[in-house]
């Protein structure tokens, strides 16, 4: 039934509130190893389905486990061998740094000598070392998440999960927290993440589920799913509301022979082929003149729409 | 760095992380971090820990009381207000530490910074989390009706040495009855707002009529009686029969067990309200 390298095994798993149904059974599967992705929408289940696999919430129906163990019963064990990074932060923001990893390492059993020695450790691994004395209430928003993915990380943790890692942070942050995870990748750690940033998923996963609604829509690499539900190449082409009271919706009608599909967009009409350049050419021949032309790769946002006909983030 | 261990239990590790084999393990693996939160607010609390008890002892024992005839008859015992009021200041005392330990820190710990959430995450039960927090408001009430009886000592208002130490006792009783079913409340509590209840209607109304002020026979009847089946007049009359050496050891055994109950219904209720606010 689980197989035993399955890091998280999940077979119709549901979880309800209530009357609302967050997660309308899911199969998921991680091996060692692997980078794994949730991607969604808000509302599409993702961080209850953390949730549940973190081991601190039940599950409605169907079933989990989690390095092959049953959360239901043995959810302290599981909760010893994981490492959970929390959207948001439950820093104890009167204590320094160094404080907040020390107390959470005598968490998990582990003598204070050990736990010093792994403090350091992941100081450095985070760049905090010389905030290691800074009260956290004092930290950007940036290095309190890398703080809580330091933490997340003292118990040496056989799977890591990361409930959107980096929503909320600037750009710059972002990147950082991103090479810290890529480099957590690159160890053998598991990483299960959530996000709704599809530049994440394809930096990150190595293979992603895409959710909505409470139920998985796709599965496979990101590069697999760009190929699998859309084009090579899309042309993104914005008109000005002066040509001639043209709508967008207008305008699709008369370019829909010149692409494989066409999506309109509320500010822009988007066009999937195989060449883009080409197909904004021929959208130049019929006399068409749009204000601002974009030829780009294929990327899981385009998948999202495909799928649902809605944007990742809006 | 985080190398994957392998799985499966091999021979016992010390490096490595395991669920706590009990309640008591589970709690002890947070004292660290009540340590570490204590190092960092004692130095606030201490100062009204002496200063508190001396303002009440001079203005309720010795002004105030200078007005009160120091008759036995009259007041279960005592031969002054000052010996009067002192047990009764002390069990108040206990209960507003507690009240005030288990209330707003409370919220904070599963709503504003949620460190809670932190905690459960981590191989802890909300029992382990509980018992911790528990044992660190306890801590502070001894710590605060150690130095009020020691405050108070100077002024002759204690019958035997054996007397005071039983009293200090029964304020850690005094202490886990309110913590518990208070911290229960808080634990489950939608916001702030909700405490008003406590403070206004629970603690204010305690303070004044249980009895550490006047003795509750001055009461109407069915007041006296309402005032007999409060907490906080089962932990005052027991302070002040240990505190005067006037002990009835059946009525004794009632406080005691009065307390004990309220502590343990109050532990099941809180355990409850907090499993479904922290693993939902």
Known sequence: ?314 | MAATTPGGAGSPDPARATAPASTLAGALRLLDYWLTVYRRTWKGTIVSSFVTPLLYVVAMGVLLGGFIEGDPAELEGATSYLAFVAPGLVAAQAMTTVIGETTYPVMDMVKWHKVYFGMIAAPLRVGDIMLAHLAFVLFRVALTSAVFLAVMAPFGVFSSVGGVLLAFLVQLLVGLAFATPVYAYAAGAKDESAFNLIFRLGMIPLFLFSGAFFPVANLDAPLELLATITPLWHGVDLTRMLTLGRVDVSAALVHVAYLVVLAALGWRWAARRLQRRLIA
């Open chain 1, 1 to 314: 039934m689980t197989a035993t390298d399955s890091m998280i095994w999940a077979q119709g798993l549901r979880k309800g509130f209530g009357d609302v149904e967050a997660v309308r059974g899911i199969d998921v599967d991680v091996r060692r190893g692997e980078a794994f992705g949730f991607l969604g929408p808000n509302g599409a289940g993702k961080s209850s389905t953390m949730r549940m696999v973190a081991a601190v919430s039940p599950i409605s129906g169907g079933e989990l486990r989690i390095l092959g163990l049953d959360p239901a019963v043995d959810g302290p064990e599981i909760r010893a061998r994981i490492g959970v990074c929390p959207q948001e932060d439950t820093l104890d923001t009167e204590l320094t740094v160094r404080e907040n990893l020390f107390v959470y390492g005598r968490y998990f059993g582990l003598p204070r000598k050990e736990v010093r020695a792994r403090v350091d450790e992941l100081l450095e691994f985070v760049q905090l070392t010389e905030k290691a004395g800074s009260m956290v209430e004092d930290l950007s928003g940036g290095m309190k998440r890398r703080l809580t993915i330091a933490r997340s990380l003292i118990n040496r943790p056989e799977v890591l999960l990361l409930d959107e890692p980096t929503t909320g942070l600037d750009p710059q942050a972002r990147h950082v927290v991103w090479d810290r995870l890529f480099r957590l990748k690159q160890q053998g750690v598991t990483l299960v993440l959530t996000t709704h940033y599809m530049d994440e998923a394809e930096q990150l996963t190595d293979r992603l589920v895409v959710m909505d609604k409470g139920l998985i829509v796709a599965e496979g690499s990101p590069l697999d799913l760009i190929a699998e539900h859309s084009t090579r190449e899309v042309a993104e082409l914005r008109f000005g509301v002066a040509q001639e009271g043209d709508t967008h919706e207008v305008v699709a009608r008369q370019v829909e022979d010149l692409a494989d599909r066409v999506e309109v967009l509320p500010d822009r009409l988007l066009l999937y082929s195989h060449d883009g350049e080409e197909t904004v050419a021929k959208v130049h021949e019929r006399g068409l003149e749009p204000v601002a032309t974009l030829v780009r790769r294929s990327t899981l946002e385009d998948v999202f729409l495909r799928l649902t006909g809605r944007t990742l983030v809006d």
